[in-house]
């Protein structure tokens, strides 16, 4: 650790002329001025949720960081929660106060993951997210498109949803649930109205997993559920200019680009007002239809992994 720059909060802020990333067009106290600039409306997003960051060090990789290091100081919250993937505890933190979000901005943690459901109750989320990925290129307006078909199928069965920029070149919908969803119901019903937006217009959305079957379309991803996380509504994402992932509206989103909204930028046009707060709706019971429905639904990325192999194997036997 470089010398101490400032103390903010009770933190030790270090090397903080030095720039965040290759491209970000920011400095490490840019990053540190913003996140605590923005405070008060991301913690909400964070608080109580496992948390997973994506850190950059200078002249490396961005990475991402489930398990807090063992240097962690001890104020920091956290919770152990079973990796099946890796058969192993993970100590995920709980970014819960602003002298924990200052400690992760002087590590170079630019992104905030958070998971769909609260430290201790995995089985019940608290939200659905519909990810709308466009295809490479200048495809943001694709994307806004697919965005309307997914608030469209919202409407047909009697749900709302509230929208933002992912920070790169999709947008999420946002849709709370009430308490009690399980996670089951809950990938279900996303899996569902991923279906139908697809069904509304599908020479512009998809939900196929697998890139080479998209076609240059809108994926829309029904597979965050479970322990999936989402990066979380004011979060900078690592990529040119140091964008951030912000709350758009609907009246609004059909004009306007996500690189309008960086750590430059953000805090001025928030003013005093929390947008996303605002916008997101009350929590929601999911109707029983839409649940059945998607229960005939394969998951994607399953299906896909099957589809992999089956493809690979009919590779293997005609070469």
């Avoid at 002329?17 to 001025?33: E, N, Y």
């Avoid at 008060?40 to 960081?65: A, C, H, T, W, Y």
């Avoid at 990925?133 to 709302?160: I, K, T, Y």
Wanted: proline share 7%.
């Amino acid at each position: 650790m470089g010398a101490v720059d400032e103390t903010r909060g009770g933190v030790s802020l270090t090397n903080l002329d030095q720039p965040l990333f290759d491209g970000a067009g920011a400095t490490k106290r840019d990053l540190v001025d913003y996140l605590d600039a923005v405070h008060e409306r991301l913690l909400p997003e964070l608080r109580d949720r496992p948390l997973s960051v994506i850190r950059v060090r200078p002249g490396q990789d961005p990475f991402m960081q489930k398990n807090l290091p063992k240097y962690t100081p001890d104020w920091v919250r956290r919770t152990s929660v079973w990796a099946e993937a890796s058969h192993r505890r993970i100590s995920y933190a709980l970014c819960d106060d602003r002298r924990t979000l200052l400690w992760f901005a002087n590590q170079r943690a630019v992104e905030y993951h958070a998971t769909l459901s609260r430290a201790g109750d995995a089985e019940h989320p608290t939200h659905l997210v519909l990810d709308l990925d466009p295809p490479e290129g200048d495809s943001f307006r694709m994307a806004v498109r697919a965005a309307l078909l997914v608030r469209q199928a919202l409407a047909d069965a009697g749900l709302v949803g509230a929208v933002k920029t992912s920070g790169a070149k999709g947008l999420h919908v946002i849709v709370p649930v009430v308490s009690g969803t399980t996670a089951e119901e809950s990938a279900a019903a996303t899996r569902a109205l991923a279906a139908r937006a697809e069904r509304l217009d599908p020479a512009l959305a998809t939900t196929a997993f697998i890139v080479e079957d998209r076609g240059g379309r809108v994926f829309v991803d029904s597979t965050r559920a479970y322990g999936a996380t989402v990066v979380a509504a004011y979060s900078p994402r690592i990529r040119p200019g140091t964008p951030v992932s912000y709350p758009v509206g609907w009246a609004d989103v059909e004009s306007v680009t996500p690189a309008e909204f960086t750590v430059r930028t953000v805090p001025g046009l928030l003013g005093d007002r929390d947008p996303w707060a605002e916008a997101l709706p009350a929590p929601q019971s999911l109707p029983v239809d839409l649940v059945a429905e998607g229960r005939t639904i394969p998951v994607a990325r399953v299906q896909a992994m099957h589809e992999g192999k089956r493809r690979a194997k009919a590779r293997r036997e005609a070469g």
